[in-house]
Nanobody
Framework: VQLQASGGGLVQAGGSLRLSCSAS????????VGWFRQTPGKERDVVATSSRSGGVTYYADSVKGRFTISRDNVKNTVYLQMNSLKPEDTAVYYC?????????????????????WGQGTLVTVSS
């Protein structure tokens, strides 16, 4: 599965953005997917992940209640709706698919479970 993120940009604190991640490959629906972010000099962190069907999700504590991950397996696309953005959300955001199909209710929270990293998209939140 190959993934490409888009939708980043500059937004004021309190604003919203929606990121999209387009996937190629016929087996997209078989894999858990996730959104991650990274700032210079720091490790890549999990933001949110979704099981194969989208029925199970995981969120980092820092984004719970503000971000929503969703997926459309017909369009082979994953979304990240980001509301109430804060300056500390500024980062390059990446999407990725799990390295193995896993079970239908599996939404892993470890970065190491993911591969097929797409090119990131920069989100900048101004104060």
């Amino acid at each position: 599965v190959q993934l490409q993120a888009s939708g980043g940009g500059l937004v004021q604190a309190g604003g919203s953005l929606r990121l999209s991640c387009s996937a190629s490959g016929r087996t997209f629906s078989m894999y858990a997917v996730g959104w991650f972010r990274q700032t210079p000099g720091k490790e890549r962190d999990v933001v949110a992940t979704s099981s194969r069907s989208g029925g199970v999700t995981y969120y980092a504590d820092s984004v719970k209640g503000r971000f929503t991950i969703s997926r459309d397996n017909v369009k082979n696309t994953v979304y990240l709706q980001m509301n109430s953005l804060k300056p500390e959300d500024t980062a390059v955001y990446y999407c990725a698919a799990a390295t193995s199909p896993g079970g239908p209710f599996w939404a892993p929270k470890e970065v190491s479970r993911f591969g097929s990293w797409g090119q990131g998209t920069l989100v900048t939140v101004s104060s």
